[in-house]
């Protein structure tokens, strides 16, 4: 199995990069990719605005070597184009059958809940909290052809609603926590400290 990390926004509603901001003792960006270990082969970060500074951290936590799998990123050059042409750009890379998407910004997920998500079967996975579906998503090769056949200027959603989603229900109001904004920032900050019993 294979995860896409969406890392080539512009960080616009954050007041600084947000990929590279610390939470605990990585980034937010590296809080993300670990979710992956133990249950993914190969983690793929799509890169766009300030590609060189993912480039940096990318190579920052390879040097840790603390993950069993390989951590490719790539560019997408269209990424002012939106989200979607991203994801397209990821999903080019997939090998296996299934595979896991999320932005790069969804950090504080617990890995219970993506190992929950990776058992699961079906065509488009998606945890759920409170009634709302979350991050990552799995899906599937079925999933992968659609993306790539479809015009640069749709979206995901209008991929996801021609397939049958299946909506897991989990304890992880992670899965609906991003680091939009600086006061997002804040909140997952907070959030991460309650949940890592250091406050």
């Known amino acids: 199995m294979e995860a896409i990390i969406l890392a080539a926004g512009y960080s616009s509603r954050a007041n600084a990069f947000k990929m590279t901001l610390p939470l605990g003792h990585m980034s937010v960006l590296e809080q993300t990719i670990s979710k992956f270990e133990g249950l993914c082969s190969r983690v793929i970060v799509v890169a766009g605005f300030q590609g060189e500074l993912i480039q940096e951290e990318i190579t920052k936590i390879i040097s840790k070597n603390a993950y069993s799998f390989q951590i490719k990123v790539i560019k997408n050059d269209h990424f002012e184009q939106g989200m979607f042409t991203s994801i397209q750009r990821g999903v080019s890379e997939i090998n296996t059958p299934t595979f896991f998407i999320t ?85 997952a900050t907070d959030y991460f400290h309650i949940v890592s019993g250091l406050f």
């Open 103 to 187: 932005p790069g910004d969804c950090p504080l997920v617990k890995k219970e809940t993506v190992q929950l998500i990776s058992a699961q079967k079906g065509e488009v996975v998606i945890p759920s909290f409170a009634y709302k579906g979350g991050h990552p998503i799995k899906l599937s090769e079925q999933v992968k052809q659609k993306i790539l056949e479809t015009e640069t200027t749709s979206n995901l959603r209008k991929v996801l609603d021609g397939f049958e989603k299946r909506y897991i229900n989990v304890k992880d109001p992670g899965i609906l926590m991003d680091v939009d904004t600086p006061e997002d920032y804040r909140k």
